[in-house]
C-alpha cells in the first residue's frame, strides 16, 4: 500500500531546465510535509509545509502544497549539475499517529 | 557543532551475530528515529522514540530492537542478523515528530 507516491522515479535533464517533482499522498488528515535533498549520503532538508496553497522558496528551489488535490511540488528553475540527487518527501500526521512516511524519491540527474 | 553521529559507518558481519549501531545526538532532541533505505523502496521508519524510555514501531520492526535509556542515544540492536537486513541505516533526530528530522551520516550494513 503505498501512502506517498513521488513522481517521476527517475528524470534525466540538461543544465539550466526547470524540472518540477511531484508527491502525492493518499491521507487527508496530516501536520507537516517536508522535502530532503538526499546526495551520496544523509538527507538534508529542504522545505517544511503545512499549509496549502502557500509557495515556500530558497534560491532556485521551491514547493507548494495543495491539500485539496493532496500532493506537493519541488520545482527547480536553472538546474545545475550540484542539484543531481535523490529527493524525497515525507508526510507526518494525525494519520500516521507519531510516525514519518517517506515516498520512494525522485532521482534527477542534471547533465553539463 | 549540532549533530547527529552513527558508529560504525560501514559493517559487514555473518548471519546470527548479535550487533548494535549506535546513534547519538547532542541537540537535546526528544524524538529519534532509525530508518532503513533500500533502492526503489525510499527511507522505511524501523523504530521510534518520542522521549526517554518511550519507544514505538515504524513500519518494519520486525528483527530489530531499539532503547532510549537517555535523550541523547538511541541505539538500533539486531539480535540476529538475516542477509535481507542488508542495507543502508539512518538514525534521525527533531525537537518534535513534526518538525525537520536531522539525520546521521548512515551505516551500511552487510549480513553474510
Known amino acids: 500500500e503505498d501512502k506517498v507516491v513521488q513522481s517521476p522515479l527517475s528524470l534525466v535533464v540538461h543544465e539550466g531546465d526547470t524540472v518540477t517533482l511531484n508527491c502525492s499522498y493518499e491521507?487527508?488528515?496530516?501536520?507537516?510535509l517536508l522535502w530532503y535533498k538526499q546526495e551520496k549520503k544523509a538527507p538534508t532538508f529542504l522545505f517544511m509545509l503545512?499549509?496549502?496553497?502557500i509557495e515556500k522558496k530558497s534560491g532556485r528551489l521551491s514547493s507548494i502544497l495543495d491539500k485539496k488535490e493532496l500532493f506537493s511540488i519541488l520545482n527547480i528553475t536553472a538546474t545545475q549539475t550540484g542539484d543531481s540527487a535523490v529527493y524525497l518527501c515525507?508526510?507526518?500526521?494525525?494519520?500516521?499517529?507519531?510516525?514519518?512516511?517517506f515516498g520512494a524519491g525522485t532521482i534527477l540527474r542534471v547533465k553539463s | 557543532e549540532a549533530q547527529v553521529t552513527q558508529n560504525p559507518r560501514y559493517l559487514i558481519t555473518v548471519t546470527g551475530k548479535k550487533l548494535t549501531v549506535t546513534c547519538s545526538q547532542n541537540?537535546?532532541?526528544?524524538?529519534m528515529s532509525w530508518y532503513r533505505q533500500d533502492p526503489g523502496l525510499g527511507l522505511r521508519q524501523i523504530y521510534y522514540?518520542?522521549?526517554?524510555?518511550?519507544?514505538d514501531k515504524g513500519d518494519v520492526p520486525e528483527g530489530y530492537k531499539v532503547s532510549r535509556k537517555e535523550k541523547r542515544n538511541f541505539p538500533l540492536i539486531l539480535e540476529s542478523p538475516s542477509p535481507n537486513q542488508t542495507s543502508l541505516y539512518f538514525c534521525?533526530?527533531?525537537?518534535?515528530?513534526?518538525?525537520?528530522?536531522?539525520f546521521g551520516p548512515g551505516t551500511r550494513l552487510t549480513v553474510l
Open positions: 503545512t499549509s496549502s496553497g
Open positions: 541537540m537535546n532532541h526528544e524524538y
Open positions: 522514540s518520542m522521549n526517554v524510555e518511550v519507544t
Open positions: 491521507v487527508t488528515n496530516f501536520r507537516s
Open positions: 534521525a533526530s527533531s525537537w518534535g515528530r513534526h518538525r525537520t528530522q536531522y
Open positions: 515525507a508526510l507526518s500526521g494525525c494519520q500516521y499517529g507519531n510516525k514519518l512516511v
